[in-house]
């Protein structure tokens, strides 16, 4: 199994991007999906969550407004929708799967997660 994440990149703040995970197994939708972060010098943070069903997502407080999680089942892809950045939003971004949630259930621990993708970096400039 594998995740591949993309669409990181350098913006101004204010500015937006849009980050892509992709799984190489199917079907993808029948997996809990997150999004994690960790800045320099931080811990690896929770950013957002949808349920295998789709209808459930969870947000970290400081994205909540600002981001969105949205996925394309015939692409086997999720996508982090990252508007309005903000500097502190700087980090490497990590999708992951939780192959055991039920369909509803929306993990937002690391803990929960078995699969991980590789980061993708996203620069906020001032």
């Known amino acids: 199994v594998q995740l591949q994440a993309s669409g990181g990149g350098f913006v101004q703040a204010g500015g937006s991007l849009r980050l892509s995970c992709t799984a190489s197994?199917?079907?993808?939708?029948?997996?809990?999906m997150g999004w994690f972060r960790q800045g320099p010098g931080k811990e690896r943070e929770f950013v957002a969550a949808i349920s295998w069903s789709g209808g459930n997502t969870d947000f970290a407080e400081s994205v909540k407004g600002r981001f969105t999680i949205s996925r394309d089942n015939r692409q086997n892809t999720r996508y982090l929708q990252m508007n309005s950045l903000k500097p502190e939003d700087t980090a490497v971004y990590y999708c992951?799967?939780?192959?055991?949630?039920?369909?509803?259930?929306?993990?937002?621990?690391?803990?929960?997660?078995?699969?991980w993708g590789q980061g993708t970096q996203v620069t906020v400039s001032s």
């Open positions: 197994l199917r079907p993808f939708h029948r997996y809990a």
């Open positions: 992951a799967l939780d192959r055991g949630a039920r369909s509803g259930y929306v993990p937002v621990n690391a803990y929960e997660y078995d699969v």
